[in-house]
């Protein structure tokens, strides 16, 4: 082996290992000047709204606007919390169905027939027993 060959094959690697480095951060460069653009472009619009409005503030205009009702008494309202359980449970069958749809396109090609289907029922069993759970605690039922 003679000495030139060596630093040679440092250069060659240094140089393969530069464009793969600099391939991995030009694709970060793309992200990032991505986020400039929307961020850029957000700031002029908020600008621009605020050179361009009119601004006539009145005493009516200052008050807390709800739904065409004069404010009257305090502003904290208590919530039930049924009413989050409701919400709550809406979202869990939103993703229910988040799952069946995909689920319904993958069933149909072959090979995966019998995995998914049990997949499938095993995550609706799931879902069936929050919902039993929910039923027997009395929560869907409406005040």
Do not use: Q
Request: charged share 15%; net charge positive; aromatic share 16%.
């Amino acid at each position: 082996m003679r000495c030139n060959e060596r630093p040679a094959r440092r250069g060659r690697t240094a140089r393969i290992n530069s464009v793969i480095v600099t391939g991995y951060f030009r694709s970060y460069a793309v992200v990032g000047l991505i986020t400039l653009i929307g961020v850029g472009f957000f700031v002029v619009a908020m600008t621009a709204n605020r050179l361009l409005r009119p601004s006539r503030p009145t005493r009516e205009k200052l008050l807390t606007y709800e739904c065409g009702v004069d404010p009257v008494g305090e502003g904290w309202a208590h919530t039930h919390v049924r009413y989050y359980v409701y919400a709550y449970l809406y979202v869990v069958f939103a993703v229910d169905a988040v799952f069946l749809f995909p689920w319904a396109t993958v069933f149909s090609l072959p090979g995966f027939g019998a995995a998914t289907l049990v997949e499938m029922f095993v995550f609706l069993g799931f879902i069936a027993v929050g919902l039993l759970y929910a039923w027997k605690k009395g929560v869907l039922t409406w005040l």
